[in-house]
């Protein structure tokens, strides 16, 4: 006959244990934008003393009622008046005195804008724009945080349609090598880039061709609705 097992209550656990449930849970997401052939970042001034003068990513933390993606979803809401976009979890970052007010644990999300077609509703706090390459130091170890999902995203951009986020509904070919550029920051050769984008099949030829350009106008190509990404993507987490 099989011993009786020992149960402990939850209420238990938790008074046993009562420092590990004291630790915070927040959420950091590393918006992209494309403009003016450069990849951008959407940042905040830091209304901490701690890191005074300094920009940080949007983030908040996790209120006792939601879930991760609900919360990634309202800093970006409340943060930017943005919905429905692309949002991709990346990595948890756990390190001791990553803030200054005490053990908090975030999970890093990015997002892909169309900085033309996705204005900012709110103007608080110098919220805008930064180019990716002019970053030198950022609150928190939010610069970790920014360099590993930019290192994510050029991970995946040859093998999945996700940059496509950050483009108007119809672009060139040029414009999508500009893009890809940015991104990886090196110059591609342009008849080795077309030929893997053809081989991806990703593309739609839209039989039209662009308008009011200072060059040569080429041909206007869509991202083929079945590869359209909108709302969360969810990965492992490592």
């Not at 011993?3 to 209420?11: C, F, G, I, V």
């Not at 053990?103 to 996705?118: C, E, F, G, N, P």
Request: with cysteine.
């Amino acid at each position: 006959m099989s011993k009786e097992q020992n149960l402990k209550t939850a209420a238990l656990e938790k008074i046993s244990h009562l420092d590990y449930f004291n630790i915070a849970i927040s959420v950091d997401c590393v918006i992209f934008g494309y403009d003016n052939k450069e990849l951008k970042v959407l940042l905040i001034k830091s209304d901490l003393e701690e890191f005074s003068g300094l920009y940080s990513l949007l983030g908040d933390l996790v209120r006792p009622d939601e879930d991760l993606e609900s919360a990634s979803y309202r800093v970006l809401r409340d943060r930017t008046g943005m919905e429905d976009v692309y949002l991709e979890q990346v990595h948890t970052f756990g390190g001791l005195g990553r803030h200054p007010s005490g053990r908090v644990i975030t999970t890093a999300y990015y997002s892909l804008i169309d900085i033309k077609h996705h204005k900012l509703k709110l103007n608080h706090n110098d919220l805008h724009w930064h180019s990716v390459n002019d970053i030198k130091e950022l609150a928190f170890d939010h610069k970790t945080i920014l360099d590993t999902c930019l290192c994510r995203l050029r991970e995946q951009v040859m093998d999945h349609p996700v940059v496509f986020n950050l483009l108007p509904e119809k672009f060139s070919l040029r414009e999508l090598q500009d893009l890809y550029q940015s991104i990886l920051d090196t110059d591609l050769d342009r008849r080795n880039f077309r030929k893997k984008i053809a081989i991806k099949g990703w593309l739609v030829d839209l039989n039209e061709m662009e308008n009011n350009v200072p060059h040569r106008p080429g041909k206007l190509y869509a991202l083929k609705k079945q590869h359209h990404r909108k709302g969360p993507k969810t990965l492992v987490l490592e």
